[in-house]
């Protein structure tokens, strides 16, 4: 007589059972740990854990003129009525009078690489180092993501004003290398109108 063929137990079964169902919420482990690193990886790309940087700034404040505190603020937003249809040409400087004089250090600013998420800003050194006040007017920017305030309208000689020019990144869906400017007037007969500008690599 032949031997009898051994039938699998109802323990082997559930054995084996139990075994397919660890493998099956072993593969479902991987794919949610997958699912959260990916998600992780794409807000690390978008700058969601990185904090923004401090204002920067334009030349050390040790070797700049004093600020002045003569005047009131000047705010400035995209407002495209404060610029004229036709910006004024630079006129001499009369030689039997006194004269503001407009310097600058810096007209322009690369900020970089910027995340979407983030608002960043610079400051500019309005200086005077004429004989008579300076007075600012004006203060316009070319778009509405950026804003602009000058510490004081009316710098004396000796003395500056800071201009800090904020970009929101995030203000409009761009993407990449972007150019913004900023206009202000001046009572500055050589220099009557003046341009700021800076740049930026806005990442999403």
Known sequence: MGKRRKTPSRRSGRKSQRR????????????????????????????????????????????????????????????????????????????????????????????????ARWEVAHIFAVQNTGTADLVISNLVTSCGCTTAELSSSVIPPGHRADLTVTFDADYHPTRGEVTRLVWFATNDPTQPWVEVRFTADVRR
């Open 20 to 115: 397919q169902g660890d493998g099956l919420w072993r593969w479902i482990v991987v794919g949610v740990v997958a699912v959260v690193g990916l998600g992780v990886f794409n807000l690390w790309r978008t700058g969601a854990f990185a904090s923004p940087p401090p204002p920067s700034r334009s030349g050390d404040p040790a070797t700049l003129l004093p600020l002045a505190q003569a005047g009131p603020p000047l705010q400035g937003s995209h407002d495209m009525a404060l610029i004229p249809e036709t910006t004024p040409s630079p006129q001499p400087a009369p030689v039997d009078q006194p004269v503001p004089r407009l310097d600058m250090p810096e007209r322009s600013h690369d900020f970089g690489r910027v995340y």
